[in-house]
């Protein structure tokens, strides 16, 4: 796969996509993932790349020229076609489901904005998929754009070190109506810690009983902690650790 992002501010991505998973999966060439300076298609003399908004208000907005000419110019750098993304609050929120869908994409191409906003002509020319990660604003779109990475990227496969890792996940794992499952509780050395012991089943060595208690433990969570992913008739097991 490779990943196109559009920025006004590259130098943030420096150092997280170098590091941990997908600094390894870069190295391994399982994606690739290239960062543009959108002022490098700016015509104007100073690079200039946003002005005030018509209509007045605060804070400036992203002109139309500079991006446009930036997806032109970057798509044709690869045969491949770009599914377009746009990193926005009024996006839909992404889920696992919209993680997974784009992680069977051959390419993306992720536009970060900043300031105020980007130019509602341009983002009509385009046309892209308006993806946000939460409801909240943040100052840009680079931050969003190295969360979807992250997560696409674990998804492909030879990226994570054991082949069932992204399939446990919370959110992957769903129950028999195909509902989402938060992830069990996970235990390591030492068997005992400040007097909490890891549970018995974890130590027994049946597999059908861990397995049995895993799931337990992730319908249980889920009712706990986020009864939205429920409807009101889910009944969950009473079993804790």
Request: glycine residues 8%; charged residues 25%.
């Amino acid at each position: 796969m490779r990943i196109d992002i559009l920025t006004l501010f590259p130098s943030m991505f420096n150092g997280p996509l170098d590091a941990s998973i997908l600094g390894r999966a870069r190295e391994a060439k399982l994606v690739e993932v290239h960062v543009h300076d959108i002022r490098d298609w700016s015509t104007d003399k100073h690079s200039k790349v946003d002005d005030r908004p018509f209509g007045g208000g605060p804070g400036m907005v992203m002109m139309c020229q500079p991006l446009h000419d930036a997806v032109m110019a970057i798509e044709n750098m690869d045969p491949r076609t770009a599914q377009r993304i746009l990193l926005t609050p009024q996006g839909e929120r992404t889920t696992q489901k919209t993680v997974e869908t784009l992680a069977n994409q051959e390419r993306l191409l992720m536009i970060a904005g900043h300031y105020e906003g980007i130019d509602e002509r341009v983002i009509e020319s385009l046309a892209p998929m308006e993806v946000s990660i939460g409801d909240y604003v943040l100052s840009g779109g680079e931050l969003p754009a190295l969360v979807l990475v992250d997560a696409i990227t674990r998804l492909l496969p030879g990226v994570l070190g054991h082949e069932d890792s992204a399939a446990e996940d919370s959110f992957s794992v769903t129950d028999e109506h195909g509902r989402p499952l938060l992830d069990t509780p996970h235990y390591t050395r030492p068997r005992e810690w400040e007097g909490a012991e890891v549970p018995d089943v974890l130590l027994s060595g049946d597999h059908g009983a861990i397995a049995r208690w895993r799931h337990e433990q992730r319908v249980s969570r889920t009712s706990q902690r986020r009864p939205d992913l429920q409807n009101s008739t889910e009944t969950t097991s009473t079993t804790d650790s």
